[in-house]
C-alpha cells in the first residue's frame, strides 16, 4: 500500500494539528496502521496505532491523552489527532501500515512489524 501523509507545519505550544495519511489499494482495510516520528538526532519511536478495523488503538505513554489515532476505511485514511502541543513533539511524523493484521490483533508498536511507510510531514511547535 502507499501512503502520503499531510497535516503537519508550525504551531505554538499548547495548539492543535491534525495529520492525515491517504493510502492507495483496496487492501487498506486489512493493516493495522501506526504513526511514528523522528526528532533531530533521534531514533524513529512510535506514537500511536489502531487495528485494521479501527476498534483498538494503542499510545505512546508521552502522548496519552493528548494524541487520537483514528481511521476511516471508507476513505482509505488514517488519522492523528493532536492536541496539547509541546516542543518536544516537533519531529517529522510518519504513517505506517503493517500486515500482522493477519496474524494477530494486536497493534506492534516495534518499526520492523511495518511494511509501508508514508514520506513523513513535518510538525514543529514553538515554545
Known amino acids: 500500500v502507499q501512503l502520503q501523509a499531510s497535516g503537519g507545519g508550525l504551531v505554538q505550544a499548547g495548539g492543535s494539528l491534525r495529520l492525515s495519511c491517504a493510502a492507495s489499494?483496496?487492501?487498506?482495510?486489512?493493516?493495522?496502521m501506526g504513526w511514528f516520528r523522528q526528532a533531530p538526532g533521534k531514533e524513529r519511536e512510535f506514537v500511536a496505532g489502531?487495528?485494521?478495523?479501527?476498534?483498538?488503538?494503542v499510545y505512546a505513554h508521552f502522548v496519552k491523552g493528548r494524541f487520537t489515532i483514528s481511521r476511516d476505511n471508507a476513505k482509505n485514511t488514517v488519522f492523528l489527532q493532536m492536541n496539547g502541543l509541546k516542543p518536544e513533539d516537533t519531529a517529522v511524523y510518519y504513517c505506517?501500515?503493517?500486515?500482522?493484521?493477519?496474524?494477530?490483533?494486536?497493534?506492534?508498536?516495534?518499526?520492523?512489524?511495518?511494511?509501508?511507510w508514508g514520506q513523513g510531514t513535518l510538525v514543529t511547535v514553538s515554545s
Open positions: 505506517a501500515a503493517s500486515k500482522f493484521a493477519l496474524i494477530t490483533p494486536d497493534i506492534p508498536m516495534q518499526t520492523y512489524a511495518y511494511d509501508d
Open positions: 489502531v487495528s485494521y478495523s479501527g476498534g483498538s488503538t
Open positions: 489499494g483496496r487492501t487498506f482495510s486489512g493493516y493495522h
